[in-house]
């Protein structure tokens, strides 16, 4: 949740206002306002003047200098210093490239290096660079070395000017940069006599005491007809283009984690996360994508057509292509080439690097219900035998802000929660779990034992002058820790223990909220950025990544809890990449409106592109009251979201799902039942987003890389490869349009009808579900019986669904573990291929590991088999083998 400085201080001040202002916009910066961003907007294509001096292969790395011509020529050394770059080759097509000051030439300071999201295991995939080679290519004045990539391509340095970028087989470009000669790097440099450094916005100064050091470069992608990705914005799943010969000039696409009141829902604005990666796809090439590992503010603009109409810069190649612009205000280049070629390479490249996502315990794909608030004992007591007597399946239920003692976390109000642990208990006695909020603005309470620990120990993040920083948020008066320090994230950790956190029971997870961090009377809604974190941080520097180190010692806390033996759950608002390690995240303060039913797929979807498989939007929107037909439209698609949870604001209306008459009850539990009985699916979803970084919720186009059709398509969206599911975003709809690609035939979810594929089918739309289809040639496991909640299903029997393509066959997959522990990493799981042809189904063994004893232990049968588009009807079916053998 969230607030805005007015309303806060209108309560404050006693007035019982309702706050019913939307997006403010003048509170945030828009690039104008920020010097960095319109410095280098103004920038001319063609105005970088470095050259690679000294290209050389050291310690298996290419290493350069980056020398200004200008400064060659004129022999001026106040200006530019030279940069060192370094360029290295991973396996699997990942290319990094470095560029930093040079530390033997004293920098006023170490600029920051983003640690903790590269995996520790992606170094030692490094291939050691055994030569150079070094010719000219027709055209160039200067030189251009060369490094073996993997496949085929090559990472190309060109000294003058300098360029990098990959190209492939044939000799064709993948991604560049500096193409367009709009590479800029601010050096750090001693205070002058006479110039003025701060900043101002909106009656805050920053200080700014090292002056300007953003960075920016062009990155280009070749033969791309769109490109996706860096979330979190709420815009379209294709970026739209934000400048650049006939387009309407827009903000850049920002990347800044900020607590954005009611956030509209078609914007380049920056939300709660951050990641700086983008993919490019495109019919003739594939995919490829471009990472910049940087946790300072970004601005990113998206050229249509290129900039060559501006500069007449003509690159040397004619391939189609999209030029993008990356703006950062501090930190170093450290950047990631992914060659793809296909759509699940680069997230395989991409994952390699950052981490694929954690494996989920069983219960947290399940459905949630949550609200701020639900009140007290007996309101939770009363929701939790609601969903009993209405016969509606829910594994968790969550309380917000209001559970504890004055907005201190980890207390409880002991007037509305006596009994906290019994009421868990309670909760667990039918197999659900509750989840507690937990934030990272500490109350300045001296009566809190938390508040003096971390004022003792020097754990909170300082102001500019040195003091512990002190902002507004929901306690009042609140400082921060400085979660950058291991040791202090160890601490943090220590908090989750059944100890320390007095009233949770193991059947208590977490959620983080406003950890971009959200400060109510901060600049933009946000800590300064001249505040100070370990080891002289400034806090301009790691701002994005904040919240994910808030979620990590999180997560890391949980896992304490239980000895190392349980997954965490722990739900973040803030982003950055590699957050999928964590845990969930969801897409903030929505509102109940279509336009954010609508902007939810293109937003889970993003997430899902760049590693963030576990996502989902608030069911029913977070800000008003939903109407019955939009709330049902919600959890019809909102049963599909990887992370699906309902909850609103605590001025809404209640919206638990038997409050709208007893039609409406019936078509949202069956839409959560449609949920719980593809849980065996989406469970083996996550388990091939945990080993391959391939998302949940995949576009159209992961699945159909060559259909054109599908490149922008972002009201549909494929779970796993199997199902594809639209939603529909408007009132009352009686029809649909909708785009069912490849060959073969889809088969209607719930009637089984046939639809051919590769064409558009106006169809019928009924209040009962939304379209959702399987794809000929696929297997989906199911479990059909209904219980209180997925725990209650765990020994239930399967159903497979089977849909039969052309040539009548089809295959799929299970995964099934013990749903909450560690032990599937020692070998404790079945994970099942089922095969359909010529008549027959044969399963066979996925595992990794040899079958044994280790093998997870399961009595369950498959007890049905549903046959679609069989040529003829079956007349018999003989069993071979019941119990399949490992
Ligand atoms: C899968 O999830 C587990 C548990 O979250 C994690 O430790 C592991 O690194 C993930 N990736 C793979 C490939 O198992
Ligand atoms: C039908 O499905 C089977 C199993 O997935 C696959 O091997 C085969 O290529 C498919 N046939 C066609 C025509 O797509």
Excluded at 488 to 495: D, V
């Amino acid at each position: 949740m969230t607030n805005r400085n007015l309303c806060f201080l209108l309560i404050l001040l006693g007035l019982h206002l309702t706050c019913v202002f939307s997006w403010k916009k003048d509170e945030f910066r828009n690039c104008n306002q920020t010097p960095f961003c319109k410095r280098a907007r103004a920038r001319k294509p063609g105005s970088c003047s470095l050259v690679a001096h000294g290209v050389s292969i050291s310690d298996g790395e290419l290493t350069a200098k980056l020398i200004s011509k200008i400064q060659e020529n004129q022999e001026d050394e106040s200006q530019i210093k030279p940069l060192i770059l370094t360029l290295s080759v991973y396996q699997d097509g990942i290319m990094r490239l470095k560029i930093d000051e040079d530390p033997s030439l004293d920098p006023p300071k170490k600029r920051f290096e983003v640690p903790d999201v590269i995996v520790p295991e992606f170094p030692s995939k490094k291939i050691w660079l055994p030569r150079l080679s070094t010719e000219t290519i027709g055209g160039d004045a200067g030189p251009s070395s060369f490094v073996y990539l993997s496949d085929g391509y090559v990472a190309v340095i060109r000294h003058d000017p300098f360029e990098v970028y990959v190209r492939d087989k044939a000799g064709k470009r993948v991604v560049s940069l500096n193409s367009h000669g709009l590479f800029d790097f601010e050096q750090l440099r001693q205070k002058k006599e006479g110039d003025d450094w701060e900043e101002r916005f909106k009656g805050h100064t920053d200080t700014r005491p090292y002056g300007p050091q953003s960075i920016s470069f062009d990155v280009t992608f070749y033969e791309a007809d769109f490109v996706y990705g860096i979330p979190e914005h709420a815009t379209s799943l294709a970026l739209k283009p934000t400048r650049g010969p006939g387009v309407e000039e827009s903000e850049p696409y920002r990347l800044f984690n900020l607590d954005v009141f009611e956030y509209i829902h078609d914007s380049p604005f920056g939300i709660y996360g951050s990641i700086p990666f983008m993919i490019s796809h495109g019919n003739s090439r594939g995919t490829s994508g471009f990472f910049w590992l940087n946790a300072a503010e970004m601005q990113i603009d998206v050229l249509d057509y290129g900039w060559d109409a501006e500069s007449g810069i003509s690159l040397p190649s004619s391939q189609s292509r999209i030029d993008t612009f990356w703006m950062s205000e501090a930190g170093i280049v450290d950047a990631f080439f992914f060659v793809g070629p296909e759509p699940k390479d680069v997230i395989r490249q991409y994952t390699s690097v950052t981490g694929t996502p954690a494996m989920p315990q069983l219960f947290s794909i399940a459905y949630h219900q949550c609200r701020w608030n639900y009140r007290d004992e007996e309101d939770v007591e009363n929701v939790d035998s609601k969903f009993d007597e209405h016969d509606i399946p829910y594994d968790v239920l969550w309380l917000d802000i209001e559970h504890t003692d004055g907005k201190k976390y980890f207390t409880w109000d002991r007037v509305l929660f006596p009994h906290p642990e019994e009421m868990q208990r309670k909760i667990a006695a039918k197999g659900r779990r509750m989840v507690t909020i937990v934030d990272p603005h500490i109350k300045r309470d001296e009566s809190f034992p938390l508040h003096r620990e971390a004022t003792q120990k020097g754990y909170y993040v300082k102001d500019a002058t040195g003091n512990d920083y002190d902002g507004w948020c929901w306690p009042g008066s609140s400082s921060y820790l400085d979660m950058l320090n291991p040791e202090i994230r160890s601490w943090w950790a220590e908090k989750f223990s059944l100890q320390n956190y007095v009233g949770s029971t193991p059947s208590l997870y977490i959620w983080n909220d406003m950890n971009e961090p959200s400060v109510f009377n901060g600049p933009e809604v946000t800590m300064p950025r001249d505040s100070l974190h370990y080891g002289g941080v400034e806090h301009r520097e790691l701002h994005n990544t904040y919240g994910y180190y808030f979620h990590m010692a999180t997560a890391d806390g949980l896992v304490k809890r239980g000895n190392g033996k349980d997954r965490p759950f722990v739900l973040s608002r803030a982003v950055f990449a590699g957050t999928q390690r964590y845990g969930a995240v969801w897409t903030g303060d929505n509102s109940a409106d279509w336009d954010h039913l609508r902007a939810s797929i293109p937003m889970v979807l993003t997430l899902g592109l760049t590693g963030i498989s576990f996502s989902g939007a608030d069911v029913g929107g977070f800000f008003g009251n939903t109407e019955p037909d939009l709330l049902v439209r919600w959890y019809q698609v909102g049963a599909y979201y990887p992370f699906f949870r309902g909850h609103a604001h605590h001025d809404t209306k209640r919206r638990e799902p038997w409050l709208f008459g007893e039609r409406n009850t019936e078509l949202i539990r069956d839409a959560i039942h449609v949920r719980y009985s593809l849980l065996p699916y989406f469970y083996t979803l996550f388990r091939e987003a945990n080993t391959s970084g391939v998302p949940v919720m995949r576009p159209l186009w992961m699945e159909f890389p060559f259909e054109e059709a599908t490149f922008s398509n972002d009201e549909a969206f494929m779970v796993g490869n199997s199902l594809l599911v639209q939603g529909i975003y408007t009132e009352q709809a009686k029809h649909a349009s909708i785009y069912l690609p490849g060959k073969e035939s889809w088969y209607d979810l719930i009637t089984g009808a046939a639809y051919k594929g590769g064409m558009t089918h106006k169809m019928e739309v009924s209040e009962e579900s939304i379209p959702a289809f399987q794809r000929a040639g696929t297997i989906v496991p199911r479990k059909d019986r209904f219980r209180r909640s997925s725990t209650q299903m765990a020994n239930d029997p399967y159903t497979l669904v089977i849909a039969l393509n052309s040539s009548q066959a089809a295959e799929g997959e299970i995964y099934i573990d013990d749903g909450k522990s560690y032990e599937f990493q020692k070998g404790a799981y079945i994970h099942r291929q089922f095969v359909f042809s010529n008549g027959k189904l044969t399963s066979s063994n996925l595992a990794s590991v040899p079958s044994s004893d280790t093998q997870y232990p399961l009595d369950a049968v498959v007890e049905r088999i549903i046959l679609l588009g069989h040529a003829s009807d079956p007349k018999s079916a003989l069993i071979e083998s019941i119990k399949p053998e490992c």
